[in-house]
């Protein structure tokens, strides 16, 4: 039996949205909430070899291949880490879950939205998540801020319209109300701020 909170901060490469993961765990933390920070595609050890694959620059599986490799490495780590530190109590902070999947895989590669869902739930049943936030940053100013694409990244050698067709596809989650929209576009500790206000309401 659950008991713990499931908290998901989603947004673009660049957007921040790691370092957000970091220091919201860590002022948990030091608020007294036995709380993790784990990460998407990875976490657990099958799904870290599965994300090393995925975005390899070597490989180039198709829209339908990327995405079971993704749901593979979420099954792994939903059953190895989410769910064990859930039923222990812990708040786990996971960088991207299942958004990401209907942003990139769905918006950006072009997927049919309803079947990138009914994948989503299936491989994550019976997870549910408490709270999910989308950092928000344009394409543009992420790529800015973190110094351009990593070559070493399959996906972030994608053209700009792909970032941009993402980008929609948060912003159509936030608007439907799966995504709280955080606006990131000031300094690192006020948009920290605003994702530890929202967290706090579900504590």
Known sequence: MKNGKFIVIEGGDGAG?????????ERLINSGTDAIVTREPGGAPLAEALRSLILDPKYSPDAVAELYLYSAARRDHMNAV?????????????????????AYQGYGRGLDIDFVREVNAKTIAPLAVDLALFV????????????????????????????????????????SGELLRIDASGKKEETAEKIYAAVKRIL
């Open 17 to 25: 949205k790691s370092s957000q993961c970091r220091l919201l765990a």
């Open 82 to 102: 989410i769910i064990p530190a859930l039923n222990a109590g812990k708040t786990v902070v996971c960088d991207r879950f299942i958004y990401s999947t209907v």
């Open 136 to 175: 928000d940053v344009p394409p543009a100013v992420a790529f800015e801020r973190k110094g351009g694409a990593d070559k070493t990244d399959r996906l972030e050698s994608e053209q700009a319209d792909f970032y941009e067709r993402i980008y929609q596809g948060f912003n159509a989650m936030c608007e």
